[in-house]
């Protein structure tokens, strides 16, 4: 199994371009989520989905739009970026319905909008 | 969601044991402890989790006070492999984990 992945691992955008995060896991996991990091901090929950066709919002979802339309993929899309949004994004995934359930996360993917 | 606090960074040398604190005075009682750790420039990955009693994996043990009120994650013997975020999470019967701060555990040799 590959787990849990994230493309690309770099990005570097200009104010007000858009682009796609792509997330993706093969282990047949109902939940994901996307994450953002910024500079010594600990991560904020964008949005979160329970399975396909399925998402919610979580801490900070402006400026972010999900979608769910398989199990397997769930991509992060910005319409429009600013430099706000520069920070280091993972997606996670785990089995869904149990408090105990591990959530395995990518490896991240590092955007700088200028 | 119920709060954990953590200290903001601790020091150890390798091959001691490490203890990280985490209080958590408004857990419920659903609520798991969980802990994750963040190696530098890699996503979190899982260590342990526990619901009442102390529980033991490859990479750690976790001790739960009797009120659950608090919860020390253990590292038996530090490595420089260890130097990472720890991350202390209370997680409810959704699927959400939200990440504080975390406690910066730094490993000499």
């Known amino acids: 199994n590959a787990g849990v992945t994230q493309t690309p691992k770099f990005q570097v955008l200009k104010t007000g371009q858009s682009m796609t995060l792509q997330c993706a896991q093969d282990m047949n996991h109902e939940y994901m989520s996307w994450y953002r990091q910024d500079p010594g901090m600990g991560l904020r929950l964008i949005h979160y989905?329970?399975?396909?066709?399925?998402?919610d919002q979580g801490e900070v979802p402006n400026g972010y739009n999900v979608s769910r339309s398989t199990t397997e993929d769930f991509p992060l899309r910005l319409l429009s970026a600013a430099p706000s949004q520069t920070s280091v994004y993972f997606c996670a995934s785990s089995s869904t319905g149990f408090a105990y359930n591990e959530q395995f996360f990518g490896p991240g993917t590092r955007l700088t909008v200028l | 969601d119920a709060k954990t606090t953590q200290p903001n960074s601790m020091e150890s040398n390798e091959e001691e044991p490490v203890h990280l604190p985490c209080n958590h005075s408004t857990i419920s009682g659903t609520d798991y402890i969980h802990w994750y750790r963040q190696l530098p420039s890699q996503g979190p990955e899982y260590v342990i989790h526990g619901l009442t009693s102390n529980v033991n994996n490859r990479m750690a043990s976790l001790a739960i006070a009797e009120d659950r009120k608090s919860s020390t994650l253990i590292l038996h013997r530090a490595t420089l492999r260890d130097a990472a975020v720890y991350y202390c999470i209370l997680r409810d019967n959704t699927d959400k984990l939200i990440f504080g701060t975390g406690t910066r555990l730094q490993v000499f040799p």
């Open positions: 989905s329970v399975g396909a066709g399925i998402t």
